[in-house]
């Protein structure tokens, strides 16, 4: 087996050590049992010595959480230090669209109830004459909390749409470095200097 290459090992634990969302759990002895098999591979492969094999395994035995248990295979794997993305499922990202809904009626209530409430109140101490300018204010904030009351499945999509596109992205593998363009070989810029021309063509001189 190779340590990690493949993606075999992290299939061997009970839940992936890498993932975030098990960081902190309790690993269990199979789980432990699994980087001492990865330790003992690269002992017989002479990528650890004695001492190395020793250390580590005295770290596996201690470890408590999942995250305790990459750190002794992280110089043995190829992708031992990147984290994988859990997905979130479907019915959680709609709690929390919903709640985003929730948050923004809540929004749109207070930014109804308040600044009418205070320009009501200005409007009757005032002297409450016949033209009720509060209706300048009352008018667009009910017509605002009005249309997100109205609009609750579509804002609750669009923050599931939005959630989901997030999900993708972050499970996107990482873009491979732009390589720069103005670089150019030494050896071919040595071809075009003057001085090492007349060197090596010492008979034109």
């Not at 930014?111 to 016949?130: R, S």
């Not at 999900?167 to 075009?192: F, R």
Request: hydrophobic residues 40%; charged residues 30%.
């Amino acid at each position: 087996m190779t340590s990690g290459s493949s993606g075999s090992l992290w299939n061997r634990f009970e839940h992936d050590p890498r993932d975030p969302a098990y960081s902190g759990m309790r690993a269990s002895d199979r789980d432990r049992a699994v980087v001492h098999d990865v330790l003992a591979e690269a002992y017989a492969e002479c990528r650890l010595d004695r001492d190395e094999l020793d250390e580590r395994t005295a770290v596996v035995d201690a470890a408590k959480t999942y995250a305790d248990l990459v750190p002794p295979v992280r110089d043995l794997t190829v992708d031992a230090a990147t984290p994988s993305v859990t997905l979130v499922p479907r019915a959680d990202l709609e709690r929390k669209a919903q709640a985003y809904y929730r948050e923004k009626l809540g929004e749109a209530f207070m930014g109804l109830v308040v600044p009418n409430l205070i320009c009501w109140v200005i409007w009757f101490l005032t002297g409450h004459d016949y033209f009720a300018w509060p209706l300048f204010v009352l008018i667009p904030t009910a017509a605002n909390f009005a249309r997100v009351a109205a609009s609750r499945s579509s804002i609750v999509e669009s923050r599931i749409e939005k959630l989901e596109r997030r999900q993708a992205k972050a499970l996107e593998p990482p873009k491979p470095p732009k390589s720069s363009k103005n670089s150019k070989d030494p050896e071919s810029t040595s071809s075009g200097d003057p001085i090492l021309s007349e060197q090596e063509n010492p008979e034109q001189a």
